[in-house]
């Protein structure tokens, strides 16, 4: 029998973010006055302890004892070899996954989500509000606040809250409140429901409520979490790829390939960013964020500075962006739907340092398909676009007769996206290829402001 599953001991859990800001440079984010934020400027959106996260140059960051009692409870999670989909797809590469899908809510999502919540905590903070896309990041942030005795307060996109009602009784297991984005309890919400009272919403708009609802709490005592693109979101995921990268050295391996579906990037970037490090140093080795062709914002979009949010609420960011007014076509990996990249992501792609892919929707759920019933895991809808680039790199392996080692990141499950599932199988998923026109009007949308410089790393 081969080995399939790489496991490390509880106590073997790394005990330390990888904080990238301490070997690479990142435009600043900037204000209303063009000029950098200064960290006092989010003190009304997040807790300080965290903006000092976000802004903090130290390579390792300590991983508080009271995450770790939480972050237990599913990890360290599995290596897995995936040896059926190897046999399924006759190729000689070697094909790793980190399985993200064991945790609670069924995804990579309370890696962040469970030290925001503590952050929050300990800062006297009493009740976070955020935006979901797919309802993976509102249900990890439901569960995380649910152990740290926390209120949780979610503005779900509006096409999601539809198509997965059962991610809104999960939020209420854990005791959150989840709402349908746009609504009709902020300003954000108000505007974009007039402007079209039958949109299918966007990760842009529910960021703009969730921000909203927080800063106009009169009690102080509440905050925003976002649950990708800032650097400290993509720094708590790192310890998807630290674990990875112990699991890998146990058994004498090391990816030529990492591969990450990638929405706002965090998934990927946690496993990909302990690479990046070894690349930066001379290791080689090939890095693939995938997104859909139907949101193509790191293969088509300009590196521009944009807001993340359709209000412009949020800071100027430097970053790949479909712009803020954006609504993306209604595919079903909810999680993928998101105009813009994190910075972090978007300057390594800018540097060269990795290489973006788009894929179309049915390749991205026959490879889903084909995994499910190798593997036997089902995936997420935005695990599939990881999956597709995976199928078409191994069977390149293939026609070429190399040995490829394969490592991606199989960032959540589909349970709670069957409606998905049986959209393909009745044949109703169609590729989306976004028009020329739309990335034209990103260029327009930022045109007024600043332009990133191109950065190298340190
Ligand atoms: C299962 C899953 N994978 C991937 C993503 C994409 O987010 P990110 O790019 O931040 O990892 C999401 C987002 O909701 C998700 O739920």
């Given at each position: 029998m081969e080995q399939r599953k790489i496991l490390l001991r509880e106590d073997e859990i790394p005990r330390q973010w990888y904080n990238i800001l301490a070997d690479i440079n990142l435009n600043p984010p900037l204000g209303p006055d063009g000029k950098p934020v200064r960290p006092e400027m989010l003190a009304p959106v997040f807790p300080m302890n965290l903006i000092?996260?976000?802004?903090?140059?130290?390579?390792?960051?300590?991983?508080?004892?009271?995450?770790?009692?939480?972050?237990?409870?599913?990890?360290?999670?599995?290596?897995?070899?995936?040896?059926?989909?190897?046999?399924?797809?006759?190729?000689?590469?070697?094909?790793?996954?980190?399985?993200?899908?064991?945790?609670?809510?069924?995804?990579?999502?309370?890696?962040?989500?469970?030290?925001?919540?503590?952050?929050?905590?300990?800062?006297?903070?009493?009740?976070?509000?955020?935006?979901?896309?797919?309802?993976?990041?509102?249900?990890?942030?439901?569960?995380?606040?649910?152990?740290?005795?926390?209120?949780?307060?979610?503005?779900?996109?509006?096409i999601s809250f539809d198509q997965k009602p059962y991610r809104k009784s999960m939020m209420a297991t854990w005791g959150a409140n989840c709402v349908a984005s746009p609504s009709s309890e902020t300003r954000a919400g108000r505007a974009a429901l007039e402007k079209d009272p039958n949109t299918p919403g966007s990760l842009g708009i529910a960021i703009s409520e969730a921000i909203e609802a927080a800063v106009t709490d009169e009690s102080g005592q509440t905050r925003y979490a976002l649950g990708s693109v800032l650097n400290h979101v993509l720094m708590h995921q790192t310890i998807i790829g630290l674990e990875a990268k112990k699991q890998m050295e146990k058994i004498g391996e090391y990816p030529d390939i990492i591969i990450g579906c990638a929405g706002g990037g965090s998934n990927f970037a946690g496993l990909a960013l302990p690479f990046v490090y070894d690349k930066i140093h001379g290791k080689q080795v090939a890095i693939y964020?995938?997104?859909?062709?139907?949101?193509?914002?790191?293969?088509?979009?300009?590196?521009?500075?944009?807001?993340?949010?359709?209000?412009?609420?949020?800071?100027?960011?430097?970053?790949?962006?479909?712009?803020?007014?954006?609504?993306?076509?209604?595919?079903?990996?909810?999680?993928l739907r998101y105009h813009g990249m994190a910075p972090i992501v978007s300057q390594l792609i800018d540097e060269g340092i990795m290489e973006p892919?788009?894929?179309?929707?049915?390749?991205?759920?026959?490879?889903?398909?084909?995994?499910?019933?190798?593997?036997?895991?089902?995936?997420?809808?935005?695990?599939?676009?990881?999956?597709?680039?995976?199928?078409?790199?191994?069977?390149?392996?293939?026609?070429?007769?190399?040995?490829?080692?394969?490592?991606?990141?199989?960032?959540?499950?589909?349970?709670?996206?069957?409606?998905?599932?049986?959209?393909?199988?009745?044949?109703?998923?169609?590729?989306?290829?976004?028009?020329?026109?739309?990335?034209?009007?990103?260029?327009?949308?930022?045109?007024?402001?600043?332009?990133?410089?191109?950065?190298?790393?340190?």
């Open positions: 000092e996260q976000e802004v903090s140059t130290q390579r390792w960051i300590d991983i508080p004892e009271e995450v770790l009692g939480v972050l237990n409870i599913w990890r360290p999670s599995p290596l897995v070899r995936a040896l059926s989909l190897e046999k399924a797809l006759g190729t000689p590469a070697r094909i790793y996954y980190k399985n993200e899908s064991v945790s609670p809510p069924g995804s990579h999502k309370p890696n962040t989500a469970v030290p925001q919540a503590y952050y929050n905590k300990v800062f006297g903070i009493k009740r976070i509000t955020t935006e979901t896309g797919a309802g993976q990041w509102g249900s990890a942030l439901a569960f995380a606040c649910s152990q740290y005795g926390i209120e949780c307060k979610v503005f779900m996109v509006r964020p995938v997104e859909p062709a139907a949101c193509p914002t790191m293969t088509k979009a300009p590196f521009v500075y944009d807001h993340g949010d359709t209000a412009k609420y949020t800071p100027l960011l430097a970053m790949h962006s479909l712009g803020h007014a954006f609504v993306p076509p209604p595919i079903h990996a909810g999680g892919k788009a894929v179309r929707q049915e390749q991205v759920f026959k490879a889903g398909v084909l995994a499910a019933r190798s593997e036997g895991i089902i995936p997420a809808p935005e695990t599939n676009h990881a999956l597709a680039t995976v199928v078409d790199e191994a069977l390149k392996a293939k026609q070429e007769g190399k040995e490829k080692v394969i490592l991606f990141n199989w960032s959540g499950h589909g349970l709670i996206d069957m409606a998905a599932y049986d959209n393909y199988f009745a044949g109703k998923i169609k590729d989306v290829e976004l028009a020329e026109a739309e990335i034209e009007k990103a260029e327009a949308e930022c045109a007024g402001y600043p332009k990133p410089t191109h950065l190298k790393h340190k």
